[in-house]
């Protein structure tokens, strides 16, 4: 399956991919409103990981063999057949935050409005998820990789 | 003591309606413009250290940052222009020489902007390039007085021996840009992007970087007054090798590059100590005449066995007609002039501004003079110095150039927004620095993506333009001055360049 892989030479850490994620997650899907009127109720399915100048977006995996999967008590957390891409049932969430003490990246976060889990879909339904159509640097790229 | 007499030049203007104060801004600024107050959770902005680069507006997603010119009026002044006084203040500060980077940046009229083009109509037919095979293949290099054939058995076959050439897939190469001045990404980008488009890139007066040397066969390696970096390994592994004299930013002067960009890639690839200044004398101190270059020629024929072109690149000055005829009777293949708008990393301000005559002037009065001489086939012109698009590129060719040079253009391709401050090392583009964390703002993928882009384009274009004419071949326009006409030149103007008035028929 097609995945995103950051290549951290080429991180600029602009956190863009942080902001346009947020904005896509919003309703208004406008960025000024986004973030007047929802930030606080969104968790951006990317996170930019910085330690001096090294920096690299950060988001999950979707293992084949997915730890949050496995560990969900809800069955919320659950392997979309369509794009083979690990999501979250938001209904179905309790908020034990299993899945976010499994994930070996780091990369699913309890949401900011403390009651489902946060991660990244592959931005279901587009061509390309919208963190790697908008860096500026092509640090991220979405593509099908072996092993 | 407060520098308070130098007023900033840009206003940052920051919509509060638009900022959702994500701190793109703050985090991209390599100048300390923006400043984020976690106490306040608001942004605040220090217009004084602004250089104008929009490196902040480029990549602010809520399109809430303006940069406009600081409108702080001085009495007007038709002899003390707010630049003249600016410049001062910032002298009687310093007490140095003035700084600056890229190229001429005056309003001196460009030539390029009054000649104008032919096109064919009704006598004769245009061709469409899309449709009919339009020839763009260039070949840089001595060319000889004759051409003689073999006749006997068969097919004819030429006994002529040709000089080493360069083939340029279109008439347009990337000048010199020393590793050191750019950053690598910057160098490999220009590397990769000549060879996907079957042209060269020129390594500067720094050496070749091991990254380069995967591409040396599209790379132009430069012997300058400094000889950093020349063994003769770099000379063989190039494509041609290019002797600098002079150039356009700043005839008759040297070149420094401060020891803070000598790091130890750069101090390798320079083979000079690490955190050492980098100076490169204004002459050459093995040349003080034509006989002297022909000497450094001939000792870079010799240990490259004759097989590279040889390019000498002068900087276009009151003389340089009779410059470039002393640098083809000297054996040079090829001849580079640099014209006084071609950029630079570092040159002093009243230099780049005030020394040298423009390329276009300087091309024509040098192809009249090597033809006068009967001795324009035996080397090949290339011009550099601001060309900003393809109508530049094929007016050069019409004026009598082989092939352009283009640097400032690539650099623009690229993201430079020609701040003028590739001197301070702190390019918010990455592009002229070796600041780690600035150069990593440059993909070199993305970098040489755009550049072969901007090839391409030109080189479409360029096909236009022969097609209009009717020419169906490059080769056909060199030196084909009557393609061009003059528009609102002086006659002296029109004398100079060797073309008539528009509205003269042929």
Redesign the interface.
């Known amino acids: 399956m097609k995945r995103i892989y950051a290549r951290e030479e080429h991180c600029i850490a602009c956190r863009l991919c942080e902001i346009t994620c947020l904005v896509r997650r919003s309703k208004s899907k406008n960025i000024v409103k986004a973030f007047r009127n929802e930030k606080d109720r969104i968790t951006p399915g990317i996170r930019v990981e910085e330690s001096g100048r090294l920096s690299f977006a950060l988001q999950c995996r979707h293992c084949s063999d997915a730890p949050c999967i496995e560990a969900c008590i809800g069955g919320a957390m659950h392997r979309d057949p369509a794009t083979m891409a690990v999501v979250c049932n938001e209904e179905r969430c309790l908020g034990c935050w299993s899945c976010v003490m499994v994930c070996p990246a780091g990369a699913v976060t309890p949401g900011k409005d403390g009651k489902v889990a946060s991660k990244c879909d592959l931005c279901a339904g587009d061509s390309t998820p919208v963190c790697v159509e908008n860096c500026p640097n092509g640090a991220l790229v979405y593509e099908e990789r072996k092993g | 003591m407060r520098k308070w007499l130098v007023q900033p030049e840009f206003v940052v203007d920051r919509d509060p309606?638009?900022c959702?104060?994500?701190?793109?801004c703050v985090?991209?600024c390599s100048n300390d413009v923006h400043e984020h107050n976690a106490e306040e959770g608001t942004i605040t902005t220090d217009s004084s250290r602004c250089v104008g680069c929009h490196r902040c507006a480029t990549?602010c997603?809520?399109g809430a940052i303006s940069i406009r010119q600081a409108e702080l009026e001085f009495r007007p002044n038709a002899n003390w222009s707010a630049y003249a006084i600016r410049n001062i203040y910032k002298q009687a500060e310093g007490g140095g020489v003035l700084l600056t980077s890229m190229g001429n940046d005056r309003p001196y009229a460009s030539f390029w902007d009054r000649m104008v083009l032919n096109a064919s109509q009704v006598t004769n037919p245009s061709i469409d390039p899309l449709r009919e095979p339009m020839e763009l293949t260039t070949f840089l290099g001595g060319k000889p007085d004759r051409i003689e054939f073999d006749r006997n058995g068969g097919k004819p076959r030429m006994t002529t021996v040709l000089g080493p050439q360069l083939k340029l897939e279109l008439p347009v190469m990337f000048s010199a840009m020393s590793f050191g001045s750019i950053s690598l990404n910057a160098s490999l980008a220009l590397a990769r992007a000549a060879r996907e488009a079957g042209t060269y890139a020129n390594t500067g007066e720094g050496g070749m970087h091991r990254d380069i040397v995967p591409y040396a066969s599209n790379m132009v390696v430069q012997v300058a007054s400094g000889r950093f970096g020349v063994t003769a390994e770099y000379l063989r592994r190039a494509a041609a090798i290019e002797i600098k004299i002079g150039q356009g930013a700043k005839p008759g002067i040297g070149g420094h590059l401060p020891a803070e960009k000598v790091d130890a890639a750069v101090s390798e690839t320079r083979m000079i100590p690490e955190g050492t200044d980098a100076i490169s004398p204004a002459p050459h101190h093995d040349i003080y005449s034509i006989e002297d270059l022909k000497q450094l020629i001939y000792a870079l024929k010799e240990v490259t066995g004759y097989e590279k072109p040889v390019a000498v690149k002068i900087a276009a000055v009151h003389n340089v007609a009779a410059i470039g005829s002393g640098c083809v009777h000297a054996g040079a293949d090829i001849v580079v002039i640099d014209g006084f708008r071609g950029g630079t990393g570092a040159a002093p301000t009243q230099i780049r501004d005030h020394v040298g005559i423009p390329i276009e002037l300087a091309l024509a009065a040098v192809d009249s003079r090597l033809r006068q001489e009967g001795i324009r086939n035996r080397a090949s012109l290339v011009v550099a110095g601001g060309f900003r698009s393809s109508a530049d590129v094929v007016k050069a060719i019409a004026l009598g150039a082989d092939a352009v040079y283009i640097a400032t253009a690539a650099l623009i391709s690229m993201g430079c927004h020609l701040c003028q401050k590739c001197y301070t090392g702190k390019c918010n583009w990455g592009i002229a620095t070796q600041d780690?964390?600035l150069t990593?703002?440059?993909?070199p993928?993305?970098a040489t993506r755009r550049l072969t882009n901007l090839l391409r384009g030109w080189s479409h274009e360029i096909k236009e333009m022969l097609g209009g004419m009717g020419i169906n071949a490059v080769e056909s326009l060199r030196g084909n001055r009557d393609h061009l006409r003059g528009v609102g030149m002086t006659d002296g103007e029109l004398r100079a360049l060797g073309i008539k008035q528009a509205g003269e028929g042929a």
Do not use: D, G, H, Y
């Not at chain 2, 959702?20 to 793109?24: A, E, L």
């Not at chain 2, 990593?440 to 993909?443: E, F």
């Open positions: 309606k638009r959702i104060q994500c701190q793109v985090r991209q990549l997603p809520a780690p964390i990593k703002r440059l993909n993928e993305v």
